[in-house]
């Protein structure tokens, strides 16, 4: 058999059906962004008016200044005429500083309300939504994305009225100062209209081409650093590279293809102008030569003409960028229209523990329709015990945690504490109160203190020195470089899995939940700190309803009651000492533990 090089392969994202380019309706949804900001958005589309005006006034001005005082040699006249241009100029430029800045300014309102929308509904979504998008993905949503929908409204938009506005009143003083000549100018018009819709097209794909590619190279960056450990553990970075490699040079094609439409675009566009230009200078010419028009009027025209198609290659560019937004704003709206998979009851209820009991009643679950992951599984813990959960690994364990914790629905059955169905509640009211310590905990950038603290935000730092005294691990946070100031790093890289542990346990400890999750927690744990843990952990664990999920059985040694999963079923349960005295599934597991 031949042996293929190793390669790692990075899926292009779907493909929805192609949209319009300026779909209305997702302008619509654009505009709708600018509602809560409605004020400055009007004050910005006065000043843009104004602006607008101001331009063509401006090439008026001097028109009439040459063709005037200039061409009457009148020098006071012309002193007068361009003092009052100067004073035009000045207002002209202070209405432009003023629309930049609420451009600027609307641009960063809807970018930093974009981005919540997108961050809120991230968190809400379920943990299935999770395993399908790549993090990279999420990240250029909420980076590269925003950005260009930024640069839309505040750019494409405002400096697109302006250039259109400008050669709207042109057009205006141009048809009331040579009506023959602006004919010549509106049969050519129609000309630029198809050239734009000609190109509209080719650009929109690209930028969606290019967007595309673009989350393709920020997900394998993402993975690439997760999994660093992993890369280098294999010796696999030149594998990595020639995936990265391939990416961007992908990400670099898809540039060149936007690129090479606007290289055709935009001097096409200005060569029209230009060309549009030196037929007005032929016609213009020979109705001056025939003495059809004076010499000063068709001078200020040509004025006018020039405010009238100096704006074609702004608007080439503007029409890219708006291009570019709209392929952004669609990839943007596909995440916020992402359904939930399931959401809480809409009549959903607060739950109140008194007690802390538990029930699984004949709960069945897939993760995938077609591949049962838990079948029939029914127990019920009693308040105040410790249920330890066991078993090989794919068994199901770590799903039951999840489902009492209502990180996913159960397919059928039901889920209860203290007699209430987790599908009437709410899931916030429920993990309120409970704590959650898995095998991989995550731990924020900053200190150990304010890592413990998120269990409790209201907590003082006595209350957090008090729950790792009452854990017995006070001495080892006290034993890091700065004790409890110690900064973890990115996701607790400065520390060791068993000191991530720890402060995840100190965490819990400082929550003080009624149900408490314990998902492989000890496993990160070397057998002296797992020892000094175990009575503290017996006082963690003392009062609450607790479940904890473990291969090592000497974690579970004091549950009082022992579920054994096979299969995605309960195959048997009881105390510790029951089982192992008795042929079985645990049997066989604590004769392997012995034996490893």
Same mark, same amino acid.
């Given at each position: 058999m031949?042996?293929?090089?190793?390669?790692?392969v990075?899926?292009?994202?779907?493909?929805e059906?192609?949209?319009?380019?300026l779909?209305?309706?997702l302008?619509?949804?654009?505009?709708?962004?600018?509602?809560?900001?409605?004020?400055?958005?009007?004050?910005? *589309?006065?000043?843009?008016?104004? =602006?607008?005006?101001?331009?063509p006034?401006?090439a008026?001005t001097?028109? #009439?200044?040459l063709?005037?005082p200039?061409?009457?040699?009148d020098p =006071?006249?012309?002193?007068?005429?361009v003092a009052?241009?100067a004073?035009l100029?000045l207002?002209?430029e202070?209405c432009?500083a003023?629309? /930049?800045r609420?451009?600027?300014?609307l641009?960063?309102?809807?970018v930093q309300?974009?981005?919540?929308?997108v961050?809120?509904?991230?968190?809400s979504?379920?943990?299935? *939504?999770?395993? #399908?998008?790549?993090?990279?993905?999420l990240?250029? =949503?909420?980076?590269?994305d925003v950005?260009?929908?930024?640069?839309?409204?505040?750019?494409?938009?405002?400096?697109g009225v302006?250039q259109?506005?400008?050669?709207?009143?042109?057009?205006?003083?141009?048809?009331?100062?040579?009506?023959?000549?602006f004919a010549?100018?509106?049969v050519l018009?129609p000309v630029?209209?198809?050239?734009i819709?000609?190109?509209?097209?080719?650009?929109?794909?690209?930028h969606?081409a290019m967007?595309?590619?673009f989350s393709?190279?920020?997900?394998?960056?993402a993975?690439?650093?997760g999994?660093?450990?992993?890369?280098?553990?294999f010796?696999r970075? #030149?594998a990595?590279?020639?995936?990265f490699?391939e990416?961007?040079?992908?990400?670099?094609?898809?540039?060149?293809?936007?690129a090479?439409?606007?290289?055709?675009?935009?001097p096409?566009?200005?060569?029209?102008?230009?060309?549009?230009l030196?037929?007005?200078v032929?016609v213009?010419?020979?109705r001056?030569?025939?003495g059809?028009?004076?010499?000063?009027?068709?001078?200020?025209?040509?004025f006018?003409?020039g405010?009238?198609f100096n704006?074609?290659?702004?608007?080439a560019?503007?029409?890219?960028?708006?291009?570019?937004?709209?392929?952004?704003?669609?990839?943007v709206?596909r995440l916020?229209d992402?359904p939930?998979?399931?959401?809480?009851?809409p009549?959903?209820?607060?739950?109140?523990?008194a007690?802390?009991?538990?029930?699984?009643?004949?709960?069945?679950f !897939?993760?995938?329709?077609?591949?049962p992951?838990?079948?029939?599984?029914? *127990?019920?813990a009693?308040?105040?015990?410790t249920?330890?959960i066991?078993?090989?690994?794919?068994g199901?364990?770590?799903t039951?945690?999840?489902?009492i914790?209502k990180?996913y629905?159960?397919?059928?059955?039901?889920?209860l504490?203290?007699?209430?169905?987790?599908?009437?509640?709410?899931?916030?009211?429920?993990?309120?109160?409970?704590?959650?310590?898995?095998?991989?905990?995550?731990?924020?950038?900053?200190?150990v203190?304010?890592? /413990?603290?998120?269990?409790?935000?209201?907590?003082?730092?006595?209350d957090?020195?008090? !729950?790792?005294?009452?854990l017995?691990?006070?001495?080892?946070?006290?034993?890091?470089?700065?004790g409890?100031?110690?900064?973890v790093?990115?996701r607790g890289?400065?520390?060791?899995?068993?000191?991530?542990?720890i402060v995840?346990? !100190?965490?819990?400890?400082l929550?003080?939940?009624?149900?408490?999750?314990?998902d492989?927690?000890?496993? !990160? /744990?070397?057998?002296?700190?797992?020892a000094?843990?175990?009575?503290?952990?017996? #006082?963690?664990?003392?009062?609450?309803?607790?479940?904890?999920?473990?291969?090592?059985?000497?974690t579970?040694?004091?549950?009082?009651?022992v579920l054994v999963?096979?299969?995605?079923?309960?195959?048997?349960?009881?105390?510790?000492?029951?089982?192992?005295?008795?042929?079985?599934?645990?049997?066989?597991?604590?004769?392997?533990a012995?034996?490893s």
């Amino acid at each position: 058999m031949s042996r293929r090089p190793f390669r790692i392969v990075r899926p292009r994202e779907p493909r929805e059906a192609p949209r319009q380019p300026l779909n209305t309706a997702l302008l619509g949804r654009m505009w709708r962004l600018t509602i809560p900001y409605a004020r400055q958005r009007n004050v910005l *589309f006065v000043l843009t008016f104004v =602006r607008a005006m101001q331009l063509p006034l401006l090439a008026w001005t001097v028109g #009439k200044i040459l063709s005037g005082p200039i061409a009457a040699r009148d020098p =006071r006249g012309a002193l007068w005429g361009v003092a009052g241009f100067a004073g035009l100029l000045l207002i002209t430029e202070l209405c432009f500083a003023a629309r /930049i800045r609420y451009a600027l300014q609307l641009g960063e309102d809807i970018v930093q309300d974009l981005r919540r929308q997108v961050h809120h509904h991230v968190l809400s979504m379920p943990m299935s *939504f999770f395993s #399908k998008m790549p993090l990279g993905r999420l990240l250029s =949503r909420a980076t590269s994305d925003v950005e260009t929908i930024r640069l839309g409204i505040q750019d494409a938009v405002f400096i697109g009225v302006v250039q259109v506005g400008s050669m709207m009143v042109a057009a205006v003083m141009m048809l009331w100062q040579d009506p023959v000549l602006f004919a010549v100018v509106a049969v050519l018009l129609p000309v630029l209209w198809f050239l734009i819709r000609y190109f509209h097209g080719r650009l929109f794909e690209a930028h969606t081409a290019m967007h595309e590619s673009f989350s393709r190279v920020t997900a394998t960056l993402a993975e690439t650093v997760g999994g660093v450990r992993a890369i280098q553990g294999f010796g696999r970075e #030149k594998a990595a590279e020639e995936a990265f490699r391939e990416l961007i040079h992908d990400h670099a094609r898809f540039n060149l293809q936007v690129a090479e439409q606007n290289a055709v675009f935009a001097p096409v566009a200005e060569l029209n102008g230009q060309l549009f230009l030196a037929l007005l200078v032929v016609v213009g010419g020979y109705r001056a030569l025939t003495g059809q028009t004076d010499l000063g009027p068709l001078v200020h025209f040509f004025f006018l003409a020039g405010i009238f198609f100096n704006p074609i290659p702004v608007l080439a560019a503007q029409y890219n960028q708006a291009l570019a937004a709209m392929a952004g704003a669609e990839r943007v709206f596909r995440l916020l229209d992402t359904p939930r998979e399931w959401e809480d009851a809409p009549n959903a209820r607060l739950l109140q523990v008194a007690e802390g009991k538990v029930e699984l009643r004949h709960v069945n679950f !897939a993760y995938d329709p077609h591949v049962p992951v838990l079948s029939d599984v029914s *127990f019920v813990a009693e308040p105040g015990q410790t249920v330890a959960i066991v078993g090989q690994t794919g068994g199901g364990k770590s799903t039951i945690l999840a489902l009492i914790a209502k990180l996913y629905l159960p397919t059928s059955g039901q889920v209860l504490v203290d007699g209430q169905d987790l599908a009437d509640v709410t899931r916030q009211s429920l993990r309120r109160q409970m704590g959650l310590v898995q095998q991989t905990n995550f731990l924020w950038t900053g200190t150990v203190l304010q890592n /413990i603290r998120y269990g409790k935000p209201e907590a003082t730092d006595q209350d957090i020195l008090n !729950a790792a005294e009452a854990l017995g691990v006070r001495d080892l946070i006290e034993a890091l470089p700065q004790g409890f100031a110690t900064q973890v790093g990115e996701r607790g890289a400065s520390l060791s899995l068993g000191q991530r542990q720890i402060v995840c346990f !100190a965490r819990a400890m400082l929550a003080d939940p009624k149900i408490l999750l314990l998902d492989e927690a000890t496993s !990160a /744990i070397d057998t002296v700190t797992e020892a000094r843990l175990q009575a503290a952990l017996r #006082k963690l664990l003392q009062g609450r309803t607790s479940f904890v999920v473990a291969h090592r059985l000497s974690t579970v040694r004091h549950a009082d009651q022992v579920l054994v999963v096979d299969g995605g079923r309960v195959v048997d349960r009881g105390t510790f000492v029951s089982l192992a005295a008795r042929p079985g599934v645990f049997s066989e597991l604590a004769q392997q533990a012995l034996q490893s």
